[in-house]
């Protein structure tokens, strides 16, 4: 469910804040896996 709510968020999220959440994403990810 997790992964669904983030992809709504970075649809939603502008194309410039989109590509800075990404990596955050990616790093949020990581440390919780």
Do not use: L, N, V, Y
Request: hydrophobic share 30%; glycine share 12%; net charge neutral.
């Amino acid at each position: 469910m997790s992964g669904f709510s983030d992809g709504i968020e970075f649809i939603h999220t502008p194309t410039k804040q989109a590509g800075r959440a990404m990596p955050d994403r990616g790093r949020m990810t990581a440390e919780t896996t």
